[in-house]
């Protein structure tokens, strides 16, 4: 296994870990995403200020597809690292002459599959209920994508620095799950108090949900060009950690 051959069968078996579980791994996120809608959109929509001309409801529903995006991207490539790891076939993908970008590549774009699914099901299910506007597609498109590859290579580094499920498990409810939560699905942090709001500036992910989201109705708590910008170098800086550890084979070989 080399070259393109590598590279394409590696992603074709990611693919199908997730795939043939498609009920756990693609529905059933889906369908608790319908639930957060319905119980925060009919608990808050005449509570909670948002957009002028926006309503609640129709607010939630990008953060909510985002959201999805983004926990199920790293969902997959952690879980297949650490899976790998400790049933002992990570050496099957190790032995063969396969470079550590191609295994990067791999891993990212079927994580990257698995989100954009989720979250194109999420959206699907949820304007049948709350029709959405298109203002840009060109950012929501773009912070989609950027979304997704940030959590799987995030995923991917988790995974490769766990040697047990207890440790992805930290990772991700001390980490993924408050960043995730805390970085605008359910408000805008325009509304937060002055302290709170440059806290929020903290979170990358506040970047991801507020550009996607800016896609939808033309506003934003930030310049979306800026949140495009601090999203994108955070790829890359997860990228470059990603690819280092795969070539020292950190973990992985040792």
Known sequence: MSGYSGFSTLFYKEILRFWKVAFQTVLA????????LT????????HVQVYPGVGYTSFLIPGLVMMSVLQNAFANSSSSLIQSKITGNLVFVLLPPLSHGEMFGAYVLAALVRGLAVG????VVTVCFIPVSFVAPFYIV???????AILATLGLIAGIWAEKFDQLATFQ????????????VFYSTHTLPPVWREVSRLNPFFYMIDGFRYGF??????NPLV????????FVV????ALRMLATGYKLRH
């Open 29 to 36: 996120p889906v369908v608790t995403a319908l639930l957060y």
């Open 39 to 46: 119980i925060f959109g009919h608990a808050l929509r005449d």
């Open 120 to 123: 194109f099901g999420v959206f």
């Open 142 to 148: 773009a912070f989609a994508l950027l979304g997704a």
């Open 173 to 184: 409810n001390f980490l993924i799950t408050p960043l995730t939560f805390l970085s605008g």
């Open 217 to 222: 109705f033309g506003m934003s708590d930030i």
């Open 227 to 234: 949140s495009l910008a601090i999203v994108s170098g955070f």
């Open 238 to 241: 997860l990228a470059v950690l």
